[in-house]
T-cell receptor
Framework: DTEVTQTPKHLVMGMTNKKSLKCEQH?????MYWYKQKAKKPPELMFV???????INESVPSRFSPECPNSSLLNLHLHALQPEDSALYLC???????????????FGPGTRLTVL | GQQVMQIPQYQHVQEGEDFTTYCNSS?????IQWYKQRPGGHPVFLIQ?????EVKKQKRLTFQFGEAKKNSSLHITATQTTDVGTYFC???????????FGSGTRLQVQP
């Protein structure tokens, strides 16, 4: 299995809702990432998990809460989002994230989130 | 903070013409990666460059990493309609572990 899967593909939520995005990979990769991508913009890094531990939080608002239950799964819990949080949320994984270099990242298809 | 810029933002070429996108970092990079994102799709890894002055080729694609490790380029020879998409460079700053994506170059190929 050489792919990263994400569910759901599309999500519409109100500002008071609580929802979760899910990401899964079975390639044995030990680094997993959440990115946010707005239309016609590059992906912006949100969080990095390395060996199931949060290693980077790019000053993301607390209404986004990541979780890595095990080495294959990555969740992003959403609560009290704003309309400007509407975007494509991409999950990625990479093999052997060490201290000095990052290997290629395999991206999932993304979840297109709309906040009303 | 680290900034990675790409030029041009957009290029429209006739099929068969060549295409080049340039990537410039405000800081020295330990490595640079290139990704392609088709319209409606997700980024797909193309290549990683690590060494100063490195040149790598993949069929019609040629990638270069600058001597100072602050810039890179992607050149496509004889474009095809399948080359349509946005090309992103992504650099790792020597002082940080995070990858920073460049602003991207959107390529449109006219058949």
């Amino acid at each position: 299995d050489t792919e990263v899967t994400q569910t759901p593909k599309h999500l519409v939520m109100g500002m008071t809702n609580k929802k979760s995005l899910k990401c899964e990979q079975h390639m044995g990769h030990r680094a997993m990432y959440w990115y946010k991508q707005k239309a016609k913009k590059p992906p912006e890094l949100m969080f990095v998990y390395s060996y199931e531990k949060l290693s980077i939080n790019e000053s993301v608002p607390s209404r986004f809460s990541p979780e890595c239950p095990n080495s294959s799964l990555l969740n992003l819990h959403l609560h009290a989002l704003q309309p400007e949080d509407s975007a494509l949320y991409l999950c990625a994984s990479s093999p052997k994230s060490d201290r000095t270099s990052w290997n290629e990242q395999f991206f999932g298809p993304g979840t297109r989130l709309t906040v009303l | 903070g680290q900034q990675v810029m790409q030029i041009p933002q957009y290029q429209h070429v006739q099929e068969g013409e060549d295409f080049t996108t340039y990537c410039n970092s405000s800081t020295t990079l330990s490595n640079i990666q290139w990704y392609k994102q088709r319209p409606g799709g997700h980024p797909v890894f193309l290549i990683q460059l690590v060494k100063s002055g490195e040149v790598k080729k993949q069929k019609r694609l040629t990638f270069q990493f600058g001597e100072a490790k602050k810039n890179s380029s992607l050149h496509i020879t004889a474009t095809q309609t399948t080359d349509v998409g946005t090309y992103f460079c992504a650099g790792q700053d020597t002082g940080r572990r995070a990858l920073t994506f460049g602003s991207g170059t959107r390529l449109q190929v006219q058949p």
